[in-house]
T-cell receptor, first 113, second 115 residues
Framework: DQQVKQNSPSLSVQEGRISILNCDYT??????FLWYKKYPAEGPTFLIS?????DKNEDGRFTVFLNKSAKHLSLHIVPSQPGDSAVYFC????????????FGQGTRLTINP | DAGVIQSPRHEVTEMGQEVTLRCKPI?????LFWYRQTMMRGLELLIY????????DSGMPEDRFSAKMPNASFSTLKIQPSEPRDSAVYFC?????????????FGPGTRLTVL
């Protein structure tokens, strides 16, 4: 049972354009969401997060949007750069979840010059 | 800080052999997590420790898998006997309970191939 789903295994975007990565979740108890970025042969690194009390969080070129009613979040990257090419994982946690994170399957983003 | 350290980075073994993966968390972190990454299932949590004590091992696939954390700076994940379906990338991550977010810091992973 995948509680966090990233339905697009891959996404290709032209350099300079906007990249939008999507994530859906099923557990309404989730109250904190994170995005991780992973380069080949490296571990995932934290990118940006959002609490369920917010619907938007920005950090430079990266913005995460949360739609609680739809149980959906998205990561926007503007403008996209070649160095953004990586696998992006969405993750969620919940109060009383004892520090556990539930990850999606990941989306491979390729930025084309 | 050197970050989370894992060894070996790559392991190739034959079916039936014992495999031991090692992890050194970031100094001062209270939590240690073991994950497995596969194409089909993405990142799955196998087990995690708090202050060296196993808290939740519900993600461990079967009895062939075991994990220990003898002290705050070292943990092992052992597979005995290994099978081809265990081939995956295994990550260790750590977290500081005093941190303001649920951010976990990952090591570079161990790519395991069981022939």
């Amino acid at each position: 049972d995948q509680q966090v789903k990233q339905n697009s295994p891959s996404l290709s975007v032209q350099e300079g354009r906007i990249s939008i990565l999507n994530c859906d979740y099923t557990n309404s108890m989730f109250d904190y969401f994170l995005w991780y970025k992973k380069y080949p042969a490296e571990g995932p690194t934290f990118l940006i997060s959002i609490s369920s009390i917010k619907d938007k969080n920005e950090d430079g070129r990266f913005t995460v949007f949360l739609n609680k009613s739809a149980k959906h979040l998205s990561l926007h990257i503007v403008p996209s750069q070649p160095g953004d090419s990586a696998v992006y994982f969405c993750a969620a946690s919940w109060p009383g979840g004892a520090q556990k994170l539930v990850f999606g399957q990941g989306t491979r983003l390729t930025i084309n010059p | 800080d050197a970050g989370v350290i894992q060894s070996p980075r790559h392991e190739v073994t034959e079916m039936g052999q014992e495999v031991t993966l090692r992890c050194k968390p970031i100094s001062g972190h209270d939590y240690l997590f073991w994950y497995r990454q596969t194409m089909m299932r993405g990142l799955e949590l196998l087990i995690y420790f708090n202050n060296n004590v196993p808290i939740d091992d519900s993600g461990m696939p079967e009895d062939r898998f075991s994990a220990k954390m003898p002290n705050a700076s070292f943990s092992t994940l052992k597979i005995q006997p290994s099978e081809p379906r265990d081939s995956a990338v295994y990550f260790c991550a750590s977290r500081d309970e005093r941190g303001s977010t649920d951010t976990q810091y990952f090591g570079p992973g161990t790519r395991l191939t069981v022939l």
